[in-house]
């Protein structure tokens, strides 16, 4: 995704926040399901990638800027019930609507199909997006390291905390973890995407792993097509993946999941 894109959908994400008008009542309904889910047990992304490795949070996505469609028969709970059965360890959904066509509705659907941690991945950029995400269903959210401030990254962590979600922090490969590092995210991400270039750097995402501290959970993300890449990553000092597309676009995608893990058991 380049600089033009990225900044596009932020854009439109914006956009939406100012032209929607908050639901009344947001806050409270979204503690009140924050304490539902800690009631009832916690779904812990960190936990779930961190049982074994390497583990595969499987993405449900209907369509990308660069690539469209990706699958033509687009089901998220009948689709992360697939990912379930083929051993995924979380589910991510896609919720942008604009350029990913997806919906934050999918979330609470994915939760009752699966008995996985659910990730929201999203461009989450205000308060408000982490309450309707605790109200959706979510389990965790992503946020992208790139664009936040330090001081916007720290109150939607602290946010994020209350609301008992946890936080997948993502950079990109081509710019450096000091931020995401400092900011005590205890599930770092890289994705494989070069924003100069758009590009996959699959490369720079292995030579970063150095960089992460082994106290976190080190997920890797994107460009990944199969067990090789897995191997490769893993080898690199990666617990978790992070794959969409090659499960997305696969026509048995319980088959595609297994292949991948079936290779990853053998790293044990």
Same mark, same amino acid.
């Given at each position: 995704?380049?600089?033009?894109?990225? *900044?596009?959908?932020?854009?439109?994400?914006?956009?939406?926040?100012?032209?929607?008008?908050?639901?009344?009542?947001?806050?409270?309904?979204?503690?009140?399901?924050?304490?539902?889910?800690?009631?009832?047990?916690?779904?812990?992304?960190?936990?779930?990638?961190?049982?074994?490795?390497?583990?595969?949070?499987?993405?449900?996505?209907?369509?990308?800027?660069?690539?469209?469609?990706?699958?033509?028969?687009?089901?998220?709970?009948?689709?992360?019930?697939?990912?379930?059965?083929?051993?995924? =360890?979380?589910?991510?959904?896609?919720?942008?609507?604009?350029?990913?066509?997806?919906?934050?509705?999918?979330? =609470?659907?994915?939760?009752?199909?699966?008995?996985?941690?659910?990730?929201?991945?999203?461009?989450?950029?205000?308060?408000?997006?982490?309450?309707?995400?605790?109200?959706?269903?979510?389990?965790?959210?992503?946020?992208?390291?790139?664009?936040?401030?330090?001081?916007?990254?720290?109150?939607?962590?602290?946010?994020?905390?209350?609301?008992?979600?946890?936080?997948?922090?993502?950079?990109?490969?081509?710019?450096?973890?000091?931020?995401?590092?400092?900011?005590?995210?205890?599930?770092?991400?890289?994705?494989?995407?070069?924003?100069?270039?758009?590009?996959?750097?699959?490369?720079?995402?292995?030579?970063?792993?150095?960089?992460?501290?082994?106290?976190?959970?080190?997920?890797?993300?994107?460009?990944?097509?199969?067990? =090789?890449?897995?191997?490769?990553?893993?080898?690199?000092?990666? *617990?978790?993946?992070?794959?969409?597309?090659?499960?997305?676009?696969?026509?048995?995608?319980?088959?595609?999941?297994?292949?991948?893990?079936?290779?990853?058991?053998?790293?044990?």
């Amino acid at each position: 995704m380049s600089e033009s894109i990225l *900044d596009r959908i932020v854009a439109d994400v914006l956009c939406r926040l100012e032209e929607s008008p908050e639901t009344p009542g947001l806050v409270g309904a979204a503690q009140a399901a924050a304490a539902t889910r800690r009631q009832v047990g916690l779904r812990s992304l960190h936990d779930a990638l961190s049982g074994f490795a390497p583990a595969i949070i499987a993405e449900c996505k209907k369509a990308s800027p660069s690539a469209g469609i990706l699958r033509a028969d687009f089901n998220a709970p009948e689709l992360a019930k697939a990912y379930s059965d083929g051993g995924a =360890a979380a589910i991510s959904v896609v919720t942008e609507p604009d350029h990913f066509l997806g919906d934050p509705e999918w979330l =609470a659907s994915v939760r009752r199909a699966v008995p996985l941690p659910v990730l929201r991945k999203d461009f989450i950029v205000a308060p408000r997006q982490l309450y309707e995400a605790s109200v959706q269903g979510a389990d965790a959210v992503l946020l992208i390291a790139r664009l936040l401030e330090p001081e916007a990254l720290a109150e939607l962590l602290a946010i994020a905390a209350e609301l008992h979600l946890e936080v997948l922090l993502e950079i990109f490969a081509d710019e450096e973890p000091t931020k995401a590092v400092d900011s005590g995210a205890r599930i770092i991400g890289v994705n494989a995407r070069d924003l100069a270039t758009f590009e996959m750097r699959l490369d720079r995402v292995a030579e970063l792993a150095a960089e992460l501290p082994s106290d976190r959970v080190r997920v890797a993300e994107s460009g990944i097509q199969g067990p =090789a890449d897995i191997d490769r990553l893993h080898t690199a000092g990666y *617990d978790a993946f992070l794959v969409g597309e090659h499960l997305v676009r696969a026509e048995h995608p319980t088959t595609a999941l297994r292949n991948l893990l079936g290779h990853g058991e053998l790293l044990e």
